[in-house]
C-alpha cells in the first residue's frame, strides 16, 4: 500500500489515485471520539480509473495551491455509476508539476455547520490569505440529498501545505441573514478588496427549512462583500440591465485597467424570463462592464469573432507583456443536451483593450458545462470539471443523472491544461513555467488593428489608466483607448546630408505643413469638445439597457430539480422578488445599505 501522509491542522489527508484505488478505509490522524465532523464526509477524490464526472464545484488559485470546493462527482462503484456530493475541501499543489493520471489530490475535512453546496461561491483575500465559503449555493441532488443549510459564512486559512482551518465568520443566527437572500448560480467574482455576487435565483433548494413549492425566484441587485470590514451591502444594478439581474452567467475580474480595476461580465441566461428554446440567452455582442472605484456600470459592443450565446461557461484571464489582457472563454452550452451541444466545446479569447473575439480554432468533440478554469502560471490554464453535455437521455428522472455518467470525463480526474500560447490542449501542469506569450493569433491581430471605438467616453478613460508590470514594447498607445486620436508622421531619421536648396525648399514647405496640422488640431479639439458635451449613451441613467428589455407581466414557474426534461431547459418565468435590502430605484450608482458584523463574529 502506498503511503499516506497526514496533518493534524484541519484534518487535512493526501489522496493519490494509487492508494485509492487499492479499496482500502481512509484513516483519518487524530480522528475525533466527539460528533465534529458530519456524519457523512464524500473526500471527492477516487481512482482515476474509476472517476467518472465532477461539477458544479467553486475553485480559487491562492499562492501555489488550487482549492476546489462543494459541488457533486460520480464514480464507478461495483460496476455501477455511484453519485455523491463533495463534504471536503480540495486542493491541488502548483508548485510541483504533475499530470492529471497522477495528481496528488488533497482533501480536508470539514467541521459540522460549514456548508455544503452545489453551484457554491469561494472568494479569496490575498492580502490575508483566507478563503471565504457559503454564501451563494444549493443543496446537493446526490448523497443523501441534505436539508439546505441555513445561511452562514466560513473562512479557511490555508497551511501551505494543502490543508488549513476553518472558522465561521458570520454565524446561521446572525441577523446579517435578513437583509441578505442565498443566491442560486449568480454571476460572482473578487478583487479589488471585495467579493461581488450579481443576481442568480432563489429556490426550494437554497432555502431553509425546505420548501419544496417554493417557486423559482429571480434576484435582482449586486451583492458586495467588503473583505477588510467583513460587511456586506446592497445595491441595485440597473446600469447592467433593464432588471439588474441575469444568471448562469460569468464575472471576471481584470485589475489591469481602471483604478481599482475592473469587473467584466458577460453571458449567461435572463433570470426573470428564461426560455426552453434558448431566446433568452444573453448575446455576447455586448458585454458588460462594472468600475468599482466609481460604482459605474458600462456596456461595451465587441467585434470579431463572436460566440454563440451560452450559459455555465468558465473564464479565466491574463495580462500579456504587450499592455494586452486576454479573457479565455472555454465551453458552457445553450439548454438543450446532446449532438446540439457538441459545438460548445471551444475556445474563444476576448482581447482587451480592443474588445475584440478570436476563435481558437479545434474540432469540438466533449461538450462540456458547470466546470471552472483558472490561469495558473505561465500560458498555462487549468480546467477543472463539467458536466457531460453530449448526454441524450429523454426520462425526466435521468437526465441530471446521465450529464454524469453517460461517458467518463476523457480528462483524468477531469484536469486538463490548455496552453495560452501554443492554442493546445494537453495532459501535465509546468510548475515554475517561463511568462504568459500571447499566441501567434493574438500578435498578428494586434499588429494591424484599429483603435478600439468605445460606447461610451467614460469607460475609455477607464480604460486609459493601466496597470501592466511586465508591459514591453506595448502594442497599446494613448491614442488606442480613447474615443478618437490623431496621428502624426514619424520624423526620427533625418538624413545626414542635405542640400541648401532643399533646405530652403523645406523651410517653406515645413511652414505650410505646420499651419495645415495646427488647423487640423484646432478642428479636432472643437469636434472633441462638442462630442464631450454630448451625454453617454450607454451610461445606462435612465436604468435601461439594450440588451434585455421587458418582456411583459411575470409569471411563476416550478422547476424540479436542476434539469427537468429533454431538451433541458427552465420553463415559463419567474417571479421577482428583492434581495430583503433596501433599494433605491435603478440609478448609474446604486445606493449602498452596509451591514456591520458583531465583533464577537469577526477573527
Not at 458544479?56 to 460520480?74: N, Q
Not at 464575472?251 to 481602471?258: N, T
Not at 494591424?448 to 508590470?469: C, E, M, N, V, Y
Not at 431538451?567 to 448609474?588: D, F, I, K, T, W
Request: proline share 7%; with cysteine.
Amino acid at each position: 500500500m502506498q503511503s499516506l501522509s497526514s496533518f493534524a491542522l484541519g484534518l487535512g489527508v493526501i489522496l493519490t489515485p494509487a492508494f485509492i484505488a487499492s479499496g482500502s478505509r481512509l484513516p483519518i490522524a487524530n480522528e475525533p471520539k466527539t460528533k465534529s465532523l458530519e456524519s457523512r464526509q464524500a473526500p471527492g477524490v477516487v481512482a482515476t480509473s474509476d472517476f467518472l464526472r465532477r461539477a458544479g464545484h467553486a475553485s480559487v488559485v491562492a499562492g501555489d495551491w488550487v482549492y476546489i470546493d462543494g459541488g457533486e462527482f460520480s464514480v464507478m462503484s461495483d460496476g455501477k455509476p455511484d453519485y455523491q456530493y463533495s463534504t471536503t475541501i480540495l486542493s491541488i499543489d502548483l508548485s510541483q508539476t504533475w499530470s492529471n493520471s497522477t495528481v496528488t489530490i488533497h482533501s480536508t475535512y470539514k467541521p459540522t455547520g460549514v456548508p455544503n453546496l452545489t453551484h457554491s461561491s469561494l472568494w479569496y483575500d490575498e492580502r490575508e490569505d483566507l478563503l471565504y465559503s457559503g454564501f451563494a449555493g444549493r443543496a446537493p441532488t446526490f448523497g443523501d440529498r441534505p436539508w439546505p443549510s441555513n445561511s452562514s459564512l466560513w473562512s479557511f486559512k490555508p497551511d501551505g501545505a494543502g490543508s488549513g482551518s476553518w472558522d465561521k465568520v458570520i454565524d446561521s443566527d446572525s441577523l446579517v441573514w435578513h437583509s441578505f437572500t442565498r443566491p442560486c448560480q449568480p454571476m460572482m467574482a473578487f478583487g479589488s478588496g471585495s467579493a461581488y455576487v450579481l443576481g442568480g435565483f432563489e429556490s426550494w433548494q437554497t432555502r431553509s427549512p425546505w420548501d419544496d413549492s417554493f417557486y423559482n425566484t429571480a434576484l435582482p441587485g449586486l451583492v458586495q462583500f467588503n473583505l477588510t470590514t467583513r460587511t456586506f451591502s446592497n445595491s441595485t444594478a440597473g446600469g447592467y440591465s433593464f432588471y439588474g439581474t441575469a444568471e448562469r452567467g460569468a464575472m471576471h475580474y481584470v485589475s489591469s485597467f481602471g483604478p481599482d480595476g475592473l469587473f467584466v461580465v458577460m453571458g449567461g441566461d435572463d433570470a426573470w424570463h428564461p426560455q426552453p428554446d434558448g431566446s433568452s440567452l444573453i448575446e455576447l455582442e455586448t458585454i458588460s462592464i462594472y468600475d468599482p472605484s466609481s460604482r459605474q456600470w458600462f456596456n461595451q459592443t465587441t467585434t470579431g469573432n463572436i460566440p454563440q450565446r451560452r450559459k455555465e461557461f468558465c473564464l479565466a484571464g491574463i495580462a500579456s507583456n504587450n499592455g494586452t489582457y486576454e479573457i479565455f472563454m472555454y465551453a458552457g452550452w445553450g439548454g438543450d443536451l446532446g449532438k446540439s451541444a457538441i459545438p460548445f466545446d471551444e475556445i474563444y479569447i476576448l482581447t482587451l483593450p480592443a474588445f475584440h473575439w478570436l476563435k481558437v480554432d479545434y474540432p469540438p468533440q466533449q461538450p462540456r458545462h458547470a466546470l471552472t478554469c483558472h490561469a495558473v502560471g505561465g500560458s498555462q490554464i487549468l480546467t477543472i470539471g463539467g458536466l457531460d453535455s453530449n448526454s441524450n437521455h429523454t426520462m425526466d428522472a435521468e437526465i441530471y443523472h446521465s450529464t454524469f455518467d453517460t461517458s467518463p470525463d476523457p480528462f483524468a480526474q477531469g484536469l486538463a491544461i490548455f496552453n495560452m500560447t501554443a492554442l493546445k490542449f494537453a495532459n501535465q501542469y509546468t510548475a515554475k513555467a517561463s511568462p504568459y506569450v500571447q499566441s501567434d493569433m493574438v500578435r498578428r491581430y494586434h499588429a494591424t488593428r484599429p483603435a478600439t471605438k468605445f460606447d461610451s467616453p467614460g469607460l475609455a478613460k477607464l480604460l486609459d489608466i493601466t496597470h501592466f508590470s511586465n508591459t514591453t514594447n506595448p502594442s497599446v498607445t494613448k491614442s488606442d483607448v480613447l474615443p478618437s486620436s490623431t496621428g502624426f508622421p514619424d520624423s526620427s531619421n533625418p538624413s545626414k546630408r542635405t542640400p541648401i536648396g532643399a533646405i530652403a525648399g523645406g523651410v517653406v514647405g515645413g511652414v505650410a505643413v505646420l499651419a495645415l496640422v495646427g488647423a487640423l488640431i484646432l478642428f479636432a479639439r472643437k469636434r472633441r469638445r462638442l462630442r464631450e458635451s454630448e451625454p453617454p449613451s450607454h451610461l445606462e441613467v435612465s436604468g435601461e439597457s439594450k440588451r434585455q428589455q421587458p418582456r411583459g407581466p411575470q409569471e411563476m414557474y416550478q422547476m424540479p430539480g436542476e434539469m427537468g426534461g429533454n431538451p433541458v431547459a427552465e420553463l415559463g418565468a419567474r417571479s421577482p422578488v428583492e434581495l430583503r435590502g433596501e433599494y433605491n430605484a435603478a440609478e448609474l450608482r446604486g445606493e449602498y445599505d452596509a451591514v456591520e458584523l458583531n465583533r464577537s463574529a469577526r477573527r
